[in-house]
Nanobody, 122 residues
Framework: QVQLAESGGGLVQAGGSVRLSCTASGRGFSANHIGWYRQAPGNQRVLVAFIRSDGSTHYADPVKGRFTISRDNAKNTAYLQMNSLKPEDTAVYYC????????????????WGQGTQVTVSS
């Protein structure tokens, strides 16, 4: 089982870019699908993007063409490159991992990390 920690958030102006990292400890990172999620104040946590263990990707409609998810199994790390940021991207961003793609898509996890705050100013 892997444990994950998010990093890389911060304050950025609209139109800017940020790269988030999701670093895993424990064994089996490469066998897991990885999901990035976000939760804005007053809203539920939602799936932003996921990358399968085979490297194929999926994006939620609001971020298509602006965000890129990737992974480096040698470094036990997944990334979320966020470009052309908008104020509505402001949220706490989380990652999670599972060998079940259904769990990734449903955000069906017993625990979450602390996340990393991304704030986009207009």
């Amino acid at each position: 089982q892997v444990q994950l920690a998010e990093s890389g958030g911060g304050l950025v102006q609209a139109g800017g870019s940020v790269r988030l990292s999701c670093t895993a400890s424990g064994r089996g990172f490469s066998a897991n699908h990885i999901g990035w999620y976000r939760q804005a104040p007053g809203n539920q946590r939602v799936l932003v993007a996921f990358i399968r263990s085979d490297g194929s990707t999926h994006y939620a409609d609001p971020v298509k063409g602006r965000f890129t998810i990737s992974r480096d199994n040698a470094k036990n790390t997944a990334y979320l490159q966020m470009n052309s940021l908008k104020p509505e991207d402001t949220a706490v961003y989380y990652c999670n991992a599972d060998q079940s793609l259904v769990a990734i898509m449903r955000a069906d996890f017993g625990s979450w990390g602390q996340g990393t705050q991304v704030t986009v100013s207009s």
